[in-house]
């Protein structure tokens, strides 16, 4: 089921794989202290379930959104502007974790920088963050997939759409050089061909 | 000032009740509503500029820009309703539009139709998928805003054992795709 969806053979993608970061990251979420999350994905029902219980706050992004309303060949001024304001917008109060989800993959190197830059203002010292990437042989769906957390061992990938258009396939390398100030701290391959990562400051 | 009016068990169905799951089996607007006789209605051809204070529960199909402080009631913001206003109370549904931060000291309901520009902070929130929301869902029994709004006692206590299904057990019914292999550090 996994391969016939990467290769675009089933138009309906579901994919349901183990994240073991997600879930360590999860877990380290403890009860006895406030954690702060930028969530870069849109609010969801199944994020929200496997956070409760947790002292937490999750600052919602909403980056498809935005990415929606400036495609990569629209002025990427006005999308890190926006990016900036909903990073901003509420106070200062420093983030634990941001999930990025599978969303690093529909940024250029010049996005990925200015997210990065946007985000590291909020950013604890001790802060990680979480994605999923795709390698060069991986396909996306045209606009970015719903995932959703189920409980704290997988996450369920669901696209619209076949996945038909190459991953930017951005390396351990690639994304150091983009993510100035962030190291790979920890990377695995998931069942589904993407790999999971977890950055930390260097 | 609103059309108040006795409720009967038809009438305690302002709106459907939640869909979405939640965590600790969540209070619908049919039962907080049962747990008052009254519930003070504003209707769709109605709209307050000003701060709304009371003791009763209540419905907004029309627009409100103002505070609202029912800190021992429900309030549903109905498909058509719209408010522009911080909102205290002990329950609060969405199913319209928001611009403004939701405090409760219980629960906050998202629905599918809302449309939420602002914060929201209570002890538990469920949020249906579709939902239009932009800003911070604060979670945290102890946040400062809770305790300034009710005070540390009148916030309801989560359960953190009390998950459910959705929660941190995986479901054993769950296709699983496992081929893990641990790359180089």
């Known amino acids: 089921m996994i391969n016939a969806s990467i290769k675009g053979l089933n138009p309906v993608t579901q994919v349901t794989v183990r994240t073991p970061l997600f879930k360590e990251r999860m877990l380290s979420l403890g009860q006895a202290q406030r954690n702060v999350i930028i969530d870069l994905g849109p609010a969801r029902s199944s994020t929200l379930a496997a956070l409760h219980g947790t002292r937490c706050r999750v600052d919602i992004i909403n980056l498809p959104e935005l990415l929606s309303h400036y495609p990569f060949d629209s002025d990427s001024d006005a999308l890190m502007q926006a990016l900036s304001q909903r990073i901003l917008l509420?106070?200062?109060?420093?983030?634990?974790?941001?999930?990025?989800?599978?969303?690093?993959?529909?940024?250029?190197p010049i996005q990925l920088q200015e997210l990065m830059f946007q985000l590291d203002k909020r950013l604890a010292p001790s802060a990680k963050i979480h994605a999923l990437i795709g390698s060069s042989s991986t396909l996306l769906p045209k606009e970015p997939s719903?995932?959703?957390?189920?409980?704290?061992?997988?996450?369920?990938?669901?696209?619209?759409?076949?996945?038909l258009y190459p991953?930017?396939?951005?390396?351990?390398?690639?994304?150091?050089?983009?993510?100035?100030?962030?190291?790979?701290?920890?990377?695995?391959l998931l069942s589904n061909g993407m790999r999971e990562y977890i950055f930390s400051r260097q | 000032m609103f059309n108040k009016r006795e409720i009967d068990s038809r009438e305690t169905r302002p709106v459907n009740p939640p869909k979405a799951q939640t965590p600790n089996s969540p209070a619908t607007p049919q039962n907080s509503l049962r747990s008052s006789s009254l519930i003070a209605v504003i209707g769709a051809s109605i709209q307050i500029d000003g701060a709304v204070k009371g003791d009763e529960d209540l419905l907004i199909q029309g627009v409100v820009k103002g505070n609202i402080e029912l800190k021992k009631n429900s309030v549903t913001i109905g498909p058509q309703g719209k408010v522009s206003a911080d909102i205290y109370a002990h329950t609060i549904f969405v199913e319209g539009s928001m611009a403004g931060h939701l405090i409760a000291s219980d629960q906050v309901v998202v629905r599918k139709s809302a449309r939420i520009k602002g914060n929201i902070t209570a002890p538990r929130i469920s949020l249906e998928d579709g939902a239009q929301f932009n800003g911070s869902i604060d979670m945290d029994p102890q946040a400062e805003t809770l305790k300034?709004?009710?005070g540390q006692r009148s916030v309801t206590p989560v359960n953190p054992h009390s998950e459910t299904s959705s929660s941190k057990a995986p479901s054993p019914n769950k296709v699983e795709n496992i081929q893990q292999t641990k790359l180089a550090e």
Not at chain 1, 92 to 107: D, I, P
Not at chain 1, 153 to 163: D, G, M, T
Not at chain 1, 167 to 188: A, C, D, I, V
């Open chain 2, 148 to 150: 300034k709004a009710f």
């Open chain 1, 90 to 108: 509420s106070d200062m109060e420093q983030v634990e974790l941001v999930l990025c989800w599978t969303l690093l993959n529909y940024l250029d």
């Open chain 1, 167 to 188: 991953s930017p396939g951005y390396s351990s390398g690639s994304l150091e050089k983009n993510m100035q100030g962030f190291k790979s701290e920890r990377t695995m």
């Open chain 1, 146 to 163: 719903a995932v959703c957390a189920e409980g704290y061992e997988h996450l369920l990938i669901e696209s619209k759409e076949a996945p």
